[in-house]
């Protein structure tokens, strides 16, 4: 029995290849609302702890 290799090429040459250069652009998209979300949610968390340890202060001073 005789094995070959045969190379499959696709049909529709209108089909986009992912390119690096592209990815990199959905990407950037996608981490920006995800950026701005952690920061919002750092900062609250931040601030509700600055505040509860005010009040613990107040409350033993």
Known sequence: MLLTKVKL???DEDVDEPTPE???EKND???KPQ???SIIKISLTVLVIGYA???IA???S
Do not use: D, Q, R
């Open 9 to 11: 090429e696709p049909e």
């Open 22 to 24: 592209n990815h990199e």
């Open 29 to 31: 998209e996608g981490e």
């Open 35 to 37: 950026s701005i979300t």
């Open 53 to 55: 340890l005010g009040k």
């Open 58 to 60: 107040m409350l033993f």
